[in-house]
């Protein structure tokens, strides 16, 4: 089945900087990766996805990148701003189950 | 919000019991996703409905079950429960149906379940 790997575990970043998560997936034929937000004890949020047809997605601050050749994708925030402190988790699927994998998740800190 | 509903918000049972969590998706979504999440284990697929049939399973135990209901609401039904199963319990939806594409999961809030 689907692994999926997701570094670093945690970043910390200074207010106004970018900050930037990444993730290695193991079947080839995934092709579909969302990105989810999750703040304490709340649920994940969907954020930002992108399928394997596109190589890069921009919405606002966020973006997010694929390279399917080298099957590693990665999440990009700029201007970072306290409220982006949270959990944030990669997943992948498409490769013949309909469930996500997840990655084991990056804790985001923010510093003022 | 994202219109996923989960009841209830906290369960606190005993080992050896039995329990239900229900899941009500978005309007007009047909497929329903449940999830555990745990510290140890992170967040694991652990099986998918679709208008009312079972269409994946992930990693979900044998004492685990699940059905989705002509309403399209789900329940997922966890027996002989041990401490290991204290988790938090998502369940997603999503419009995806029998095609090709994959549809966006947006997750309930989840229901905490606590074995003690």
């Known amino acids: 089945g689907e692994n999926v790997e997701q570094h670093p575990s945690t970043l910390s970043v200074q207010e106004g900087d970018s900050a930037v998560i990444k993730c290695t997936y193991s079947?080839?034929?995934?092709?579909?990766f969302p990105w989810y937000k999750q703040e304490l004890g709340k649920r994940p949020q969907l954020i930002i996805d992108?399928?394997?047809?596109?190589g890069e997605k921009k919405d606002q601050r966020i973006a997010v990148t694929l390279n399917k050749t080298a099957k590693h994708f990665s999440l990009h925030i700029t201007e970072t701003q306290p409220e982006d402190s949270a959990v944030y988790f990669c997943a992948a699927t498409g490769g013949g189950a309909d469930g996500l994998t997840f990655g084991k998740g990056t804790h985001l800190i923010i510093q003022p | 919000d994202s219109g996923v509903t989960q009841t209830p918000k906290h369960l606190i049972t005993a080992t050896g019991q039995r329990v239900t969590l229900r899941c009500s998706p978005r309007?007009?979504?047909?497929?329903v996703y449940w999830y555990q999440q745990s510290l140890d284990q992170g967040l694991q697929f652990l099986i998918q409905y679709y208008n009312g049939e079972e269409r994946a399973k992930g990693n979900i135990l044998e004492r685990f079950s699940a059905q989705q209901f002509p309403d399209l609401h789900s329940e997922l039904n966890l027996s002989s429960l041990e401490l290991g199963d204290s988790a938090l319990y998502f369940c997603?939806?999503?419009?995806?149906?029998?095609?090709?594409?994959?549809?966006?999961?947006?997750f309930g809030p989840g229901t905490r379940l606590t074995v003690t």
């Open positions: 997603a939806s999503s419009v995806r149906g029998l095609g090709v594409t994959i549809h966006e999961q947006y």
């Open positions: 309007s007009g979504d047909l497929s």
């Open positions: 992108i399928r394997s047809n596109v």
């Open positions: 079947d080839s034929a995934s092709n579909y």
